[in-house]
């Protein structure tokens, strides 16, 4: 657990659609830098425990950093007092 949280060990290596599907089967929601295969498992999946995106502009003072994704994961689960499933969510927004 951290930050309050139950976290998945990440499946490195895996495809895509193994992980959601992981993620799914344990009711986590994900979270990904991955925006355009996730978010296109998650409008397919009906149902779904929700989905959390973080822009990265390959930046190191524009990306967010670890502390500061735990700190979003934090505001968002408090802004969906209902919980995530079904949600898209982009815990930061590109600056382009």
Do not use: K
Not at 30 to 45: G, I, K, S
């Amino acid at each position: 657990m951290t930050a309050g949280h139950d976290v998945l060990s990440p499946l490195r290596g895996e495809a895509d659609s193994r992980c959601w599907r992981h993620d799914q089967e344990h009711g986590a929601t994900a979270l990904t830098m991955n925006a355009v295969d996730f978010v296109r498992l998650a409008e397919a999946t009906d149902g779904h425990a929700g989905l959390l995106l973080v822009c990265r502009e390959n930046d190191p003072t524009r990306d967010l950093s670890a502390a500061s994704i735990v700190a979003a994961v934090a505001r968002e689960v408090e802004s969906y007092r209902e919980g995530l499933d079904g949600a898209i969510a982009v815990l930061n927004q590109s600056r382009r």
